[in-house]
Nanobody, 115 residues
Framework: EVQLVESGGGLVQPGGSLRLSCAAS????????MSWVRQAPGKGLEWVSA????????YYAESMKGRFTISRDNAKNTVYLQMNSLKPEDTAVYYC????????WGQGTLVAVSP
């Protein structure tokens, strides 16, 4: 059974940091590029960041550059998103996505940035 399980979300003050994790199982993790996608309350999906199969290439949405860092550990079948300097507009459910010939989604983890 394919599973992507996100964790690490929570409530944080503006300017704070969180590290999200996404643990994968049920497929060959290092065959897949991994992404983080978010959905703010009442809004559509927004792509956040992506990383290629071996971590050699990373990509970020413009508003996340310099604040977020994506990484992966293929030995642990896990992808991470380090989020620094968080803003209220970063409040969203963050989803993990695995993409190769097909794609898989996690259930999401809520990040709330509020004083």
């Amino acid at each position: 059974e394919v599973q992507l399980v996100e964790s690490g979300g929570g409530l944080v003050q503006p300017g704070g940091s969180l590290r999200l994790s996404c643990a994968a199982s049920g497929f060959t993790f290092d065959d897949y590029a991994m992404s983080w996608v978010r959905q703010a309350p009442g809004k559509g999906l927004e792509w956040v960041s992506a990383i290629n199969w071996n971590g050699g290439s990373t990509y970020y949405a413009e508003s996340m550059k310099g604040r977020f860092t994506i990484s992966r550990d293929n030995a642990k079948n896990t992808v991470y998103l380090q989020m620094n300097s968080l803003k209220p507009e970063d409040t969203a459910v963050y989803y993990c996505n695995a993409r190769h010939q097909i794609q898989f989604w996690g259930q999401g983890t809520l990040v709330a940035v509020s004083p």
